[in-house]
């Protein structure tokens, strides 16, 4: 059983930046793929950058060149750097890590941008 746990969300105005950390339970050495997610209200949850065991990345198309995700295997952490940040990403963010067969997700963190 792996228990993620999101934090760093908040209010931020237009062009500021958040870094939100997502801290595992356990080792994640071994966990292939790690990835951030959002949700907006009345939409869809989407994909906005996951990262493998190797490090090798992929990206929403709206958020690339502004966000940077990472992992620290030691600290059994994963990081999404939000930088330049536009109302339109204000959603709630989760962390979502699949181990084999088996797929976590964290409780989510709000993140809202608004002058």
């Known amino acids: 059983q792996v228990q993620l746990v999101e934090s760093g969300g908040g209010l931020v105005q237009p062009g500021g930046s958040l870094r939100l950390s997502c801290a595992a339970s356990v080792s994640i050495f071994s966990i292939n793929a790690m990835g951030w997610y959002r949700q907006a209200p009345g939409k869809q949850r989407e994909l906005v950058a996951a990262?493998?065991?190797?490090?090798?990345?992929n990206y929403a198309d709206s958020v690339k060149d502004r966000f940077t995700i990472s992992r620290d295997n030691a600290k059994r952490a994963m990081y999404l750097q939000m930088n330049s940040l536009k109302p339109e990403d204000t959603a709630v963010y989760y962390c979502r890590a699949i181990a084999g067969s088996y797929d976590y997700w964290g409780p989510g963190t709000q993140v809202t941008v608004s002058s």
């Open positions: 990262i493998g065991s190797g490090s090798v990345t």
